[in-house]
């Protein structure tokens, strides 16, 4: 009798017995982390696509690059692309057209235009590259203070009921206790598996930023060389 006892505590403190016995107000609070977390690993997945796949093609663009003989022979092939690197190509040769299209050529405003429609397309692209992350840090931030909600509220639902029912044994704790800290422990499942994705997709981004800028650069110093071949 005390082994089947036994078994049936055990079995009423499965996570899907716990989810069952918990107040409504902890079951909102359980869903609403089952449901971030899912949306987390959603984001993680695609984001770890999007991070690979968009280093694969700036490597190859930028081999391309490198080796063309002729840059707007590059650009009529490759300018148009959907990826950040040719876009701020595209942003650098556009405004060199703009600027050298007259008979004066302003070299000093020229370079200095160059700089900045570059550097503003390489912001641009960062922000687009970045979109949802906020997301992590917003799950990883605030998950474990909501699970942590969901605990308080299912703990003075414990002692509620232990005050009615006038007993403090453990057969009548555990359960509300258990079913309280189920809720903190979604809420660190959620949030864990978000703050460590931010970081490190946060890194993965710092570096195409910082190679977004390097090209701007070496493209920037190549159309100034040819700026001052011009007469």
């Known amino acids: 009798m005390n082994h089947l006892i ?13 989810f069952l016995q918990a107040d409504w107000v902890v079951r909102i609070v359980m869903l609403g ?11 993680i997945w695609s ?47 556009k405004e060199w057209r703009r600027s050298t299209a007259g008979g004066q050529i302003d070299r000093a405003g020229t ?14 692209e960062i922000d687009r590259l970045s979109d949802r992350l906020n997301v992590l840090a917003t799950v990883g931030s605030v998950a474990p203070f909501v699970g942590l909600f969901g605990t308080v509220w299912g703990i003075m639902r414990a002692f509620t009921g232990i005050a009615s029912a006038q007993n ?9 206790i258990a079913e309280a800290l189920f809720a903190t422990a979604i809420g660190l499942f959620a949030a864990i598996p978000a703050v460590i994705a ?14 977004l800028n390097r090209f701007a650069d070496a493209f920037h110093a190549t159309l100034s060389r040819q700026l001052d071949g011009e007469r």
Do not use: C, Q
């Not at 984001?47 to 081999?63: L, N, Q």
């Not at 931010?198 to 190679?211: K, L």
């Open 6 to 18: 036994l078994n049936t505590d055990a079995a009423s403190l499965s996570p899907v017995a716990l």
């Open 33 to 43: 982390l089952l449901g971030a977390s899912l949306w987390t690993w959603a984001i």
């Open 47 to 93: 984001f770890w696509r999007r991070i690979g796949r968009a280093r694969r093609k700036i490597d190859r663009f930028e081999r391309e690059f490198w080796t063309a003989d002729d840059i707007d022979a590059f650009h009529k092939k490759e300018g148009d692309r959907d990826l950040p690197i040719a876009r701020v190509f595209a942003a650098g040769v």
């Open 111 to 124: 370079r200095e235009r160059l700089a900045t429609t570059m550097g503003a397309a390489s912001a641009e």
């Open 168 to 176: 403090s044994s453990l057969a009548v704790v555990a359960p509300g």
């Open 198 to 211: 931010y970081n490190r997709f946060g890194h993965g981004v710092n570096r195409i930023e910082a190679r």
